[in-house]
């Protein structure tokens, strides 16, 4: 038991039954001054039953709860403040986290069950723009806190190579396209006769029935029209491979919306016999007034599929695949709709399983304020993006520390996890705007500032040949050290909550404190001096830098030794 239900029990104890300890627990708080105490009880909610102001139930409860657990228990106003024994709890936190090393803060959770993380997502034929970065990153570290909670996570790449707009493109490909050019450079061009077509298709609706007419083509099976889509999904992959390897991020199952093309029947006629599908303008719908949504669009009048047909099928094949616990979609917050639309319907058909689909919208991304759009033609390549961050990151080092070992590998460890730590510390719903220079920075709440204190603290435990592997006795006779212990124990509390709420930016939060209370310890104390505490400060220093280092692989982002 730890000293946060010890006293959720001792204080419902005290409160003679009138809350039972679940409820009790709830309520603590952190106070929000460290001289305040460490756990602290707000007594406002019993005013009202116990007919008596908070500040004299916070007092009588002080007086009433047995002290054997704690330093000292009192009230503060109408707060009853717990301080916990600062030595027994920094040993054991210490203690904790030398002998797990990097398993500190895994919770067997999950039992292996299966998640499947549908993320990344991004269209052929389109560049790997920076509007793409989001569902990427948030999915791999959506991954990787679900995997420490006990999780087995499948990580899928739904890519959109179906639809219309592939049947605009081949449209734009027969009428302007050159496939020696196209050949040559392929995103590129196939970027040009998209924005090219869509422009035209906007001003004549035959260029817009040409489209349609090719995607139809594509979707009966006819040998052109597949040849010349798979050669744009061919080329395409090879950029988006590219990328993946610079960012450090893999997947279990790497599929297109096209793998289901031959599943949509299926899910067409199940619905059908369930007497769900109304015909409507032609069109086949399923009405879901009762989920206060608007009809789903299942078929429409020429027979061709739409993305929820898709999706229906997606869903229906991942349960029969995977049998998951959790299936998880990380698509930005324009598709919130869609997904209430994709679950009402899967719940219409009897599919209840459709409760443990999850949407995880996010905010937008925008540079200079401006929205990416590959139709409008204003897109930034995620790949120059992350070239120029490496480039950044390494005259920084040039400048710094230019006999640096390695230094070519440590500016793309730097400049990589500078883009992808700016990016999920941002709360998820927030957008943000893609900024370079603020997010390289080795100054302020960003990813260089944490890898920098990790790795001084490195340097600090080569130039004193610290050995992790002897078992030190933790002992300290001032204070100095209770900041960095109070946040190393609450790191295992952090992963769960990122994880419930599938909110990484509270592990790169986390990390930043982590690091800021670390450098106020630095600035402090002298860590190599030569006294009775040196040992246990090199512990308590490396106990940090191992959670620091998990935080960020949490975050998808390396720890260099040496920056």
């Known amino acids: 038991m730890n000293e946060k239900q010890f006293a959720a029990e001792s204080l419902a104890n005290a409160l003679n039954g009138l809350l ?4 009790v627990f709830d309520l603590l708080e952190k106070p929000k001054k460290i ?9 406002f909610s019993l005013a009202k039953e116990l007919h008596k102001s908070p500040v004299e139930i916070a007092k009588d409860l002080a007086e009433k709860i047995d002290t054997a657990n704690f330093d000292k228990i009192e009230a503060a106003g109408p707060y009853v403040n717990f301080f916990v024994s600062k030595t027994d709890t920094t040993a054991a936190v210490i203690s904790d986290i030398v002998n797990k090393k990097d398993s500190f803060g895994s919770q067997d959770l999950g039992h292996n069950g299966n998640v499947t993380i549908d993320m990344s997502a991004p269209n052929i034929a389109k560049p790997f723009s920076i509007g793409h970065l989001r569902s990427t990153v948030l999915g791999e570290s959506i991954s990787n806190l679900y995997k420490k909670l006990g999780y087995n996570t499948i990580k899928i790449n739904h890519l959109g190579d179906w639809g219309k707009q592939f049947g605009l493109l081949i449209t734009a490909y027969e009428k302007y396209g050159d496939e020696a050019v196209i050949t040559a450079n392929p995103i590129d061009e196939l970027l040009k006769l998209y924005v090219k077509i869509n422009a035209e298709a906007k001003e004549d609706p ?14 009966q099976g006819d040998e052109e029209a597949l040849r010349i889509w798979k050669w744009f999904s061919d080329v395409s992959l090879i950029e988006f491979n590219r990328i993946y390897d610079k960012l450090g991020v893999t997947f279990d199952f790497f599929t297109g919306e096209s793998f289901y093309s031959d599943k949509m029947d299926a899910i067409a006629d199940d619905l059908d016999k369930k007497g769900l ?3 409507s303008r032609g069109a086949l719908v399923v009405n879901l007034d009762k989920y206060n ?10 027979g061709a ?5 898709r999706d229906l099928a997606t869903a229906v094949y991942r349960k029969k695949t995977f049998d998951f616990v959790k299936s998880l979609y990380v698509v930005g917050a324009e598709q919130i709709n869609h997904f209430k639309q994709l679950k009402a319907v899967l719940k219409e058909a009897g599919y209840d399983w459709s409760d443990d689909m999850t949407h995880i919208p996010f905010g937008m991304v925008t540079q200079g304020g401006k929205k990416f759009s590959t139709r409008e033609g204003h897109v930034v390549k995620l790949e120059m993006a992350l070239d120029e961050a490496v480039e950044r990151a ?8 230019p006999d640096l070992p390695n230094k070519e590998k440590v500016a793309h460890q730097v400049g990589i996890g500078a883009v992808t730590f700016y990016d999920l510390k941002t709360d998820r719903m927030n957008g943000y705007d893609f900024d370079l220079e603020e997010m390289v920075s080795f100054e302020g709440e960003t990813g260089p500032y944490v890898q920098y204190a990790h790795a001084r603290i490195q340097s600090i435990l080569r130039k004193a040949a610290f050995d992790p592997a002897v078992e030190q006795l933790v002992h300290f006779s001032g204070n100095e050290h209770w900041e960095l212990v109070k946040h190393l124990q609450e790191f295992p509390a952090t992963i769960k909550r990122a994880a419930d709420k599938f909110e990484p930016s509270v592990v790169a939060k986390y990390a930043i404190v982590l690091a800021q209370a670390f450098n ?19 512990t308590l220093i490396y106990a940090v830098s191992v959670v620091l280092k998990e935080a960020l692989r949490l975050l998808g982002v390396q720890a260099p030794e040496e920056m």
Request: no cysteine; net charge negative.
């Open 35 to 43: 001289e305040l105490g460490d756990i602290a009880f707000p007594a």
């Open 520 to 538: 106020r310890y630095y600035a402090q104390v002298r860590i190599l001096e030569d006294d009775a505490e040196k040992d246990s400060r090199l």
């Open 277 to 279: 599908l109304h015909e």
């Open 20 to 23: 039972n300890t679940e409820q």
């Open 305 to 309: 599929t739409l993305y929820i047909t």
């Open 394 to 401: 390494l005259q920084m080092i040039n400048d710094k520390n």
């Open 206 to 219: 035959a260029i817009d029935e040409a489209g349609r007419a090719w995607f139809l083509k594509m979707e």
């Open 293 to 302: 949504l608007n009809p789903a669009l299942i078929k429409k009048t020429d």
